[in-house]
Structure formats: structure tokens, C-alpha cells
């Protein structure tokens, strides 16, 4: 007798339509658009987690690690792994703070900086390619929609939900 199982065919599946619903689409077409962007941007010896913090710390320098934390909703011992490894290839730079020396302020560095220009030409390259099916006024008008679902949805402007099931980084 052997032990390979056939797999039993179901004979509705066949006429079963494939998911339509704008839900799947968002889901699928965030996938997509996520995993291209990570390749894209692991050419740039990054990961789409680094690229968040630093357009987040490039927005506001001088942030601290706990002022993140609280932004991307993690605690902030989370927040320490992602800075060190961005310290660690000479992305950011922690300063002590003038008004409170226990704490740090977080800094692009040079390198950061440049590393952050690289990132923003992929990401031009990146959403022209999967809006090249959409005339301007069309991805105008996506865009203005999706800015509304998350809106009410109550997602952070600017922060990707991602932050929060990112796997430990091993020490």
C-alpha cells in the first residue's frame, strides 16, 4: 500500500470564481508591492523596516528612541534593535541630548542621508511601475481613496503597521 495520498478533488471548485472583492485586491496588490519594494530596496543593502526609520528620523532630526517607539506603536527595546543595526552600518547617528544626557537624539548620518536619496529614487521607480496601468488623474484619484480608507481606519499617516510583527533580530 502506499503511503501517498491523492488529493481529493472537490467538484465545486471548479466553478468556484476566483476572489473579487476590493479587500482581496488591496491584499493582494499590498503583498505584491510590499515584496517588490523589499527587493528593491535590498539591492541598497536595506530592509523596507530601515528605510521607515530613516525617513521618520529624517523628518524629525533629533527624535529619541522612545518618541519612535511610540510612533510606530512597539515597545521601545524594539526600537533599540532596529537603530543599532542602522547605527551599526553608519546610517544614523545616536547624540547625546544637550537638555537631558540620558537621553540620545537620533541623526541621519552622511551616509544616511545619501543612503535615504537612493531610496527615494527606488521608491519613484518602484510606484511609476505599479501605477503604469493608471493615467495621472486615475493614480490621483487612487491615491485620494486609499488616503481615505486608512484615514478611517485610523492607521498612522506615514507608518506601516508592519513594525509591529517584525521578528526579533537575533543578538
Known sequence: M??????????????????RG?????????AHAAGRFGE????L???PP?????RMIAMEPGRSQRSLATDLGVVPSRVVALIDNL???GLVERRRSAEDRRHHELHLSEDGRRALGRV????TLHEDDLFA???EEDRARLTALLGRIAEQQGLAPGVHPGYRHLPKRPR
Do not use: N
Open 40 to 43: 528593491r530596496v535590498g539591492e
Open 22 to 30: 476590493g479587500a482581496f485586491l488591496l491584499a493582494q496588490l499590498g
Open 133 to 135: 496601468a493608471l493615467d
Open 87 to 89: 547605527e551599526k552600518k
Open 2 to 19: 502506499s503511503s501517498d495520498r491523492q488529493p481529493v478533488e472537490d467538484p465545486g471548485a471548479a466553478s468556484a470564481p476566483p476572489p
Open 120 to 123: 527615494r529614487e527606488v521608491a
Open 45 to 47: 543593502g536595506l530592509a
Open 50 to 54: 530601515d528605510v521607515g526609520l530613516l
